[in-house]
């Protein structure tokens, strides 16, 4: 197999770098999440004290779409808010997810990607110049083409946690 980062035919050329690079991202997740129980996507560590996959996968999935209407310069539509928010609960951790299965956090997040894969088409090179503002409460800058790196990196630095969850896992379920 060659790992390459080529951009989609209808993308401007680093626009479709990034994003390949997103896209190769969300392919590593649904690999590394393959096959997991819902007892396993629940797994919430040896001490029940650390995020569930489910938590994880959710809150990736929410960032990511953040970061979309943000390239398109628009807000995020309550009814998305609702849907797959907030950010962090009341105690500021990741909200609490349990028992919604692993097909389902995935296919959301295919969702998610669908609608970037869209947006991505529409953006030129130039385009990734642009200064949106990103942090809980908006008091941050970067550029487009942070942003779609941000995405990528982002997901990569969560399925680390993943990784770890299932090791664990794994550990746990063999010693009982």
């Not at 569930?52 to 539509?77: C, E, F, N």
């Not at 997901?155 to 969850?165: D, E, G, V």
Request: hydrophobic share 35%.
């Amino acid at each position: 197999m060659l790992y390459d980062l080529q951009g989609e035919a209808d993308m401007s050329p680093i626009v479709g770098i990034l994003y390949s690079a997103v896209k190769e991202n969300s392919q590593r997740l649904q690999s590394i999440t393959y096959g997991m129980s819902q007892e396993e996507v629940d797994y919430k560590g040896p001490n029940n004290n650390f995020n569930s996959t489910a938590q994880l996968i959710k809150h990736i999935l929410y960032v990511d779409l953040i970061w979309v209407y943000r390239m398109k310069g628009q807000p995020l539509p309550h009814s998305l808010k609702e849907q797959y928010g907030p950010m962090i609960d009341a105690n500021n951790r990741l909200p609490m997810v349990v028992g919604k299965s692993l097909d389902t956090l995935m296919s959301n997040y295919e969702g998610v990607l669908k609608m970037l894969k869209d947006t991505c088409t529409y953006l030129s090179d130039a385009d990734l110049d642009q200064v949106v503002t990103f942090g809980h409460e908006n008091e941050k800058q970067a550029t487009i083409r942070w942003g779609l790196w941000h995405m990528a990196d982002h997901s990569r630095y969560h399925q680390a946690h993943i990784n770890l969850l299932r090791k664990w896992y794994k550990e746990n379920t063999i010693s009982n």
